[in-house]
């Protein structure tokens, strides 16, 4: 198994950043790419972007492109996303998840989450 533990997480105004992390453990040999997922209330998980963990190439989600960066660090096996411009409809629970196709932006292709990071974006 992979588990993945999300931190930086919290509340920011309109306009701020926030950087959240992802580690990863267990069996991370077998991890070919990981996603970053939100969820607001009663709305389903969306993706944000994903990146391959080999080339480190990357996709982005039109709702997050130009405002939101996708990184890893191998050292570490830890995956981070840089969020800029932030906007009161980004508050959600953030999650990363690992899968083996980081094309792939359906949250039923990635295989392991994690808890979940909140994120609040106040006006």
């Known amino acids: 198994q992979v588990q993945l533990v999300e931190s930086g997480g919290g509340l920011v105004q309109a306009g701020g950043s926030l950087r959240l992390s992802c580690a990863a453990s267990?069996?991370?040999?077998?991890?070919?790419?990981m996603g970053w997922f939100r969820q607001a209330p009663g709305k389903e998980r969306e993706f944000l972007a994903a990146i391959s963990w080999g080339s480190g190439a990357t996709s982005y989600a039109d709702s997050v492109k130009g405002r939101f960066t996708i990184s890893r660090e191998h050292a570490k096996n830890t995956v981070y996303l840089q969020m800029n411009s932030l906007k009161p409809e980004d508050t959600a629970v953030y999650y990363c998840a690992s899968g083996t196709d980081w094309r792939l932006r359906r949250a039923a292709s990635y295989e392991y989450w994690g808890q979940g990071t909140q994120v609040t974006v106040s006006s």
């Open positions: 267990g069996r991370t040999y077998s991890v070919y790419a």
